[in-house]
């Protein structure tokens, strides 16, 4: 696939594959838009592009912290369980948005209220309102309720910036995005008829290369960069999301999840487009159906997971980091939670399917039932971490002087193994696991490794973990994580002390009865101290005289 990618890329501009491989998207686009231009018949004046363009005249419509303008949309009604729900797509909705409006850098401009009224040429030009928009704009309807779609118009008296349009002017950058739309269909086409890889690599690449169109555009460092062409297109995008979403609405038909480019719609009786198409009546703009969920389930934003028509469950940015226990855990608790949320069949009980003991005793409710499931959960997580070969932590260390805490245990290392820098080393949550050295806990062999801190593999979707069995058995208002929290330090508990105490029983029959650390609770959660008090005096453990804060510490 890369080569195939490679190899087109360098064909598009008669390079070479070397020269293809250095060269950036930005300088790959100004190359393509010299030769492609003068193909079409066009005279592109490179240096016209890179005219810079103040984006402080823009500065009260950046509504992000990093001073950048407002990106796509994103709907949802939270922890919310639907059935029978279909996918519709825009087919390329960011070179759809600029083909169908002819955005080119000498047809597209953002004017100010003042400029607007003060250029009578602009005003006799399609001139749409820019507008910053949120959630209010899915519960209140602005579109007309006109038989097609409208862009909203500029209105001076409440907008304070006009996106103006030459429609009239033929552009060259929107010829050049319909010859690659079209150059794609034509190997998507030729895929589908011979299943040959060389379509499907030379399709995507050209997908990759007419969406950079828009990144390229809206990178400040890049030579193509024209800020009001990459403003616009996102907001026309924000456009055809909402009213396609109030269109729909307006049927009678309940919208779940609307993001960027996609709705899916709750018991849409066709499998097509055609009627919301025919109501957006844009050229080149199209949405496409994708396919019918048996059952959603909308976590949260970006965060879904779905039942297909066969039968097989697809989690979207539900894994975070993708590992074999957190597959583990996620089938876990998928299995155990989708009947209950979906009030389909109970899952009879098989553990060795994965299916929890809950479900071995009678009359429970279904909060027991509930925390069974997660002391179980959890209880096979770490059965399956003793494998510390297997499911040894690794992790990526920076410079030292690239980390901002000079107090973390990896800058602790690192001042130990400087040229552990930039490597990534494997590490477990005791020194118990290795040698009595504090540092050469975390630059070990998986092999010296005894236990893993499962905890880790996991923790960054412990949330979703435990949000999913809330909405099946604890219905609370909010995601019990402090009660969570204690079932597992109960668990850290009991490995933190065998542990210790075993490295404690075997430094002891060597005669050098090394320090023990101290796990101390504090709330749910546990800290670690070190007995520095306890030195050996003649071959017998002797305890000074305790000074202020070693009575705290022996209090504690």
């Not at 850098?105 to 209220?113: F, L, P």
């Not at 001076?156 to 079209?182: C, G, M, R, S």
């Not at 193994?417 to 040698?435: C, G, L, M, Q």
Request: net charge positive.
């Amino acid at each position: 696939m890369v080569l195939s990618f490679l190899t087109e890329r360098a064909n598009f501009t008669a390079w070479n594959a070397v020269q293809a491989l250095h060269m950036g998207n930005s300088s790959f686009l100004l190359e393509l838009f010299k030769t492609y231009g003068t193909c079409l018949g066009f005279f592109v004046n490179t240096h016209f592009l890179k005219s810079p363009i103040d984006t402080r005249k823009y500065a009260s419509v950046f509504v992000t912290k990093n001073q950048t303008y407002q990106g796509a949309l994103n709907y949802c009604i939270p922890e919310k369980a639907y059935d029978d729900v279909s996918v519709m797509d825009f087919a390329s909705m960011y070179p759809s948005a600029l083909l169908s409006s002819n955005l080119c850098y000498g047809t597209c401009t953002i004017m100010t209220r003042d400029e607007w009224l003060a250029c009578p040429a602009a005003q006799n030009l399609t001139t749409i309102a820019y507008r910053v928009h949120g959630e209010k704009d899915f519960e209140i309807n602005t579109f007309e309720e006109s038989p097609t779609f409208q862009y909203p118009p500029f209105d001076p008296q409440t907008d304070a910036f006009a996106i103006v349009i030459n429609e009239q002017t033929e552009a060259f950058l929107p010829h050049i995005v319909k010859h690659f739309i079209d150059l794609r269909k034509h190997h998507q086409g030729q895929y589908k008829q011979t299943k040959d890889v060389y379509h499907y690599n030379a399709q995507l690449c050209i997908k990759i290369l007419i969406n950079s169109l828009y990144g390229v555009m809206a990178n400040k460092d890049s030579c193509l960069a024209y800020m009001p062409i990459a403003m616009t297109i996102v907001t026309l995008a924000r456009y055809q999301l909402l009213g396609s979403y109030h269109y729909l609405k307006r049927l009678n038909y309940h919208v779940c999840y609307a993001d960027t480019d996609s709705l899916m719609v709750q018991k849409w009786p066709d499998n097509d487009c055609h009627a919301v198409n025919a109501y957006l009546n844009l050229k080149h703009v199209e949405l496409k159906y994708k396919q019918r969920m048996k059952r959603l389930l909308v976590l949260s934003r970006k965060r879904y997971i779905y039942e297909t028509q066969k039968g097989k469950i697809v989690t979207k940015g539900f894994q975070k980091r993708i590992n074999e226990l957190i597959e583990f855990i996620s089938r876990l608790v998928l299995e155990n939670v989708w009947s209950f949320i979906f009030s389909t069949p109970k899952p009879t009980p098989n553990p060795q399917l994965g299916v929890s003991y809950a479900w071995m005793e009678d009359n429970l409710s279904l909060s027991s039932r509930g925390w069974i499931l997660w002391v179980d959960i959890i209880q096979q997580a770490r059965y399956k971490c003793r494998d510390a070969k297997k499911y040894s932590i690794y992790r990526k260390t920076k410079h030292l002087s690239d980390y901002k805490s000079k107090s973390c245990v990896a800058v602790h290392m690192l001042k130990k193994y400087p040229e552990k820098a930039n490597d990534f080393i494997e590490y477990t949550y005791s020194r118990a696991d290795v040698a009595a050295q504090e540092a050469s806990k975390w630059v070990m062999d998986a092999q010296e490794c005894q236990w893993v801190n499962y905890e880790q593999l996991f923790m960054s979707q412990k949330k979703m973990f435990c949000m999913l069995l809330n909405m099946a058995f604890w219905k609370l208002p909010e995601v019990p994580l402090g009660m969570c929290d204690m079932v597992m330090n109960t668990q850290r508990w009991k490995e933190f002390v065998q542990a210790e105490l075993l490295f404690w029983h075997k430094t002891r029959k060597q005669g050098k009865a090394r320090k023990v650390l101290l796990l101390v609770e504090k709330g749910i959660k546990y800290t670690f101290c070190m007995n520095n008090h306890i030195k050996s005096v003649r071959g017998r453990m002797a305890r000074p005289p305790l000074k202020k804060k070693q009575k705290i510490l022996q209090d504690v």
